[in-house]
């Protein structure tokens, strides 16, 4: 079983709003990660959570405020967005961040208002 | 920056084979190879992946030069559920060290 599911699918909304994206996965795997896709573009790295501690952080604006409760949950907290920010958020898990594959999820599609 | 080149696009009859090329000519020798594909709006794929030499499970063949500076990812008989954008990737081994997703190839399928 290779499955990372996300919630919700889409999610809308307005930019004084605060939502949260969710990510699980039941594999063991001790690396997850968050990327975002704008259209037509490849992912981009946002952050990695490996042993559920924040390993790296690539420059992503306050706004975007990641979380991971344990071992199998990754949940990435969205306050204050901007339109620019609607795009497609990945999420992944790998074994460990030490030259593992990474699984992704289906994604949540997000529209800023 | 992607240490990788593709060709932006390509089209494949269905039923035949579909090469796809990846040029990583400042490959170290400690970075594998990685393919992912990524169908319209899902996330991305595994396919496969290698060191140096050529690989193949139930998806795929990947054939690496002797000299690693390139790559081909075969799908031996490529049908309409095949069309996607194909991501070559080339990763370190070292903790920390992640994927950096290029531009990829979009490939069509052609009935």
């Known amino acids: 079983d290779t499955e990372v599911t996300q919630t919700p699918k889409h999610l809308v909304m307005g930019m004084t709003n605060k939502k949260s994206l969710k990510c699980e996965q039941h594999?063991?795997?001790?690396?997850m990660y968050w990327y975002k896709q704008k259209a037509k573009k490849p992912p981009e790295l946002m952050f990695v959570?490996?042993?559920?501690?924040?390993?790296i952080n690539e420059s992503v604006p306050s706004r975007f405020s990641p979380e991971c409760p344990n071992s199998s949950l990754l949940n990435l907290h969205l306050h204050a967005l901007q339109p620019e920010d609607s795009a497609l958020y990945l999420c992944?898990?790998?074994?460990?961040?030490?030259?593992?594959?990474?699984?992704f999820g289906p994604g949540t599609r997000l529209l800023v208002l | 920056d992607a240490k990788t080149t593709q060709p932006p696009s390509m089209d494949c009859a269905e039923g035949r084979a579909a090469n796809l090329p990846c040029n990583h000519s400042?490959?170290?020798?400690?970075?594998?190879v990685y393919w992912y594909r990524q169908i319209h709006s899902q996330g991305p794929q595994y396919i496969i992946h290698?060191?140096?030499n050529n690989e193949t499970n139930e998806m795929a063949s990947l054939i690496i030069t002797e000299d690693r500076k390139s790559s081909t990812l075969i799908l031996p008989h490529a049908t309409l559920r095949d069309t996607a954008v194909y991501y070559c990737?080339?990763?370190?081994?070292?903790?920390?060290?992640?994927?950096?997703f290029g531009p990829g190839t979009r490939l069509s399928v052609l009935p």
């Open positions: 992944a898990s790998s074994q460990n961040d030490y030259q593992e594959t990474q699984y």
């Open positions: 594999m063991g795997h001790r690396a």
């Open positions: 959570y490996s042993y559920e501690k924040l390993s």
């Open positions: 400042t490959i170290s020798g400690n970075e594998y």
């Open positions: 290698g060191l140096k």
């Open positions: 990737i080339v990763r370190p081994q070292i903790y920390g060290q992640n994927f950096v």
